[in-house]
């Protein structure tokens, strides 16, 4: 009565489409297959996928109440070092993460944002005002003058480092080009079947 039951019958169909799709990857090229022509071409023509927006690293101290923010803002302007910038955040932030096991100049560290409104930079971390505030900042080590508040936080923003936009080269590009490729070829085998 094996044959019956549900469970052997859903594995019975797993087993047999692994096999189909295995099947059907069989001669599928390799990245290294995919004609150099074929991959130059796709890069031509997604030549703005390959453009890279000014980045910019930021750090963040954040806080609950409003005066205090404002009060941490001076002190964190007048803290130019990194090290200085990191005790303080250690000391006053509510950021779960700022009290990790980090060195202490890269307390606060909210990671690489691109500018707002460029999805392929969005940073989960960072809240749509923050990576605005980022780009607001003139000078890498800079202190946003007033916090910014979203929802019931408020953050004190400081720029990290800026990182300058970047076209890149088909030397650059070529490996993912052709991983994405081969890759295409194989979804379309596995349509097929």
Not at 88 to 109: E, M, W, Y
Not at 124 to 153: L, N, Q
């Amino acid at each position: 009565g094996l044959d019956k039951d549900p469970v052997t019958a859903a594995e019975i169909r797993a087993i047999l489409r692994d096999a189909m799709l295995a099947d059907a990857r069989k001669g599928a090229p390799s990245p290294a297959d995919i004609p150099e022509a074929d991959v130059r071409a796709y890069f031509d023509t997604h030549k703005a996928d390959y453009h890279d927006p000014e980045r910019r690293r930021l750090s963040c101290l954040v806080l609950k109440d409003d005066a205090q923010a404002k009060a941490i803002v001076a002190q964190a302007v007048a803290a130019t070092s990194p090290a200085a910038w990191g005790e303080l955040v250690k000391t006053k932030s509510i950021d779960a993460q700022a009290r990790a096991n980090v060195p202490v100049d890269l307390a606060g560290d909210f990671g690489i944002v691109s500018p707002p409104g460029d999805t392929r930079g969005e940073n989960v971390r960072v809240p749509e005002e923050v990576r605005a505030a980022a780009f607001a900042i003139a000078k890498v080590g800079d202190v946003k003058p007033e916090p910014v508040k979203v929802g019931s936080k408020l953050y004190v923003v400081r720029l990290t480092q800026k990182l300058e936009p970047h076209d890149r080269t088909f030397a650059e590009a070529e490996r993912v080009i052709r991983v994405k490729l081969a890759q295409d070829k194989i979804r379309e085998r596995e349509e097929a079947v």
